[in-house]
């Protein structure tokens, strides 16, 4: 069964993976490069091949988001975000409402370039900031300092319409008192986005590697953990920045509307090395990957036009799986009218039933919602939903 228009409950957005870094931070498991040197111009011609193929499939649509993600975004030059933007609204036109987020961190070399991102049309910056004090940041691999950090968050501040950073939290050596007061200085910091992610030591990283041989010491244990996670909410919601996704939280109005196309599942189209997107085309949903080598990557667009590795269907029975895994996360839930047009058949009232009598879940007016006390433990809450 195809259900045509169903992404338009998420909308579509636009994914650019610029997969070059400065340096790669230890804990990193992203599609990430250190380079020399980045032919900027030729690659700013590529993305917008990218973004040409893929207009020709998905023509009448606009753009509700763009994300340039990574890697280090803000190491690409202001002439080269204006280049694959102008390509963008060539290709499919803008929302009136559209946001554009550049993820970027806060050195002085990349601060410079945020007037000039601006020009180009970037509307919302997201800021890799991560700690708030300087042995942390060395701990992490971070290239700038805390009050690096600060000069730029002000700089951003004055420039785009709407500041976002990101933090981890469980960190070698933290406890929580420590989290509590780091927290609350981000939140007098006035941003209106805080993305607060617990540290995760992912295998082939660094990290992973250290944890491995035993010499990654100080982390927190997993009690200790989830009361730093008790503490994010309860203090974010207290601060006027509720949690509207597990690792996320904003002022109302001021959410990451290019997640929320995630999260809600709608289509976007994915460019740049390793990029994944999730596109609906009159044969179904198809999701796509790009080649993961930034030199395959860039050879493929321009010796056959496509940087696209992999290209597959995605049955309507993993769409409502999918649904349920990535809007679940989301504080408002998922239509179960919606799940039930993808799976073709409604959830399992018994599984319901038992997460509603523990508390875990809440059902009104066709919306399926995790509770308070059920975001901690969401991926049994799931398994219990799928099976």
Request: proline share 4%.
């Amino acid at each position: 069964m195809i259900v045509q228009d169903d992404w338009r409950h998420g909308g579509f957005g636009l994914y650019v993976h610029w997969p070059f870094c400065a340096a790669k931070c230890p804990y990193c498991d992203f599609n990430s490069h250190v380079s020399a040197s980045v032919d900027q111009t030729r690659w700013a011609r590529a993305l917008a091949s990218e973004i040409a193929r893929l207009a020709e499939e998905l023509p009448g649509r606009h753009l509700d988001s763009i994300f340039f993600g990574g890697g280090t975004p803000s190491l690409m030059l202001p002439e080269t975000v204006d280049h694959v933007l102008r390509a963008a609204r060539a290709a499919w036109g803008f929302a009136n409402h559209i946001e554009i987020t550049l993820e970027a961190n806060p050195t002085s070399v990349e601060r410079a370039r945020f007037r000039g991102f601006a020009e180009a049309g970037v509307n919302r910056v997201s800021m890799g900031i991560q700690a708030l004090n300087d042995r942390d940041l060395r701990a992490l691999g971070r290239t700038h300092d805390v009050a690096e950090a600060r000069a730029a968050f002000e700089v951003a501040r004055s420039v785009f319409q709407r500041v976002s950073f990101d933090l981890i939290y469980a960190r070698q050596g933290q406890d929580r008192a420590a989290w509590q007061a780091e927290l609350r200085e981000a939140l007098a910091m006035a941003a209106d986005h805080l993305s607060l992610y617990q540290l995760t030591i992912e295998p082939g990283t660094v990290f992973g590697r250290r944890a491995q041989a035993g010499t990654l010491r100080g982390l927190p244990d997993e009690d200790l953990a989830a009361d730093m996670y008790l503490d994010t909410q309860d203090i974010c919601e207290k601060a006027g920045l509720p949690g509207y996704e597990i690792s996320n939280h904003a002022a109302p109005g001021a959410e990451s509307r290019h997640n929320l196309i995630y999260w809600r599942q709608g289509d976007w189209a994915a460019i740049g090395p390793g990029a994944h997107g999730r596109i609906t085309l009159p044969g179904g949903r198809f999701a796509t990957e790009a080649h993961l080598s930034p030199g395959a990557w860039l050879n493929a667009v321009e010796t056959s036009g496509n940087g696209e590795s992999l290209r597959e269907a995605v049955p309507s029975c993993e769409q409502a799986a999918e649904l349920l895994l990535m809007g679940l996360r989301l504080s408002e839930g998922i239509s179960e009218s919606r799940h039930a047009r993808l799976s073709g058949a409604s959830l399992s009232s018994d599984a319901v039933a038992r997460l509603e009598a523990l508390g875990m879940i809440t059902r009104a007016s066709d919306r399926l919602r995790v509770t308070e006390a059920g975001r901690p433990v969401l991926n049994a809450i799931l398994r219990e939903l799928v099976a």
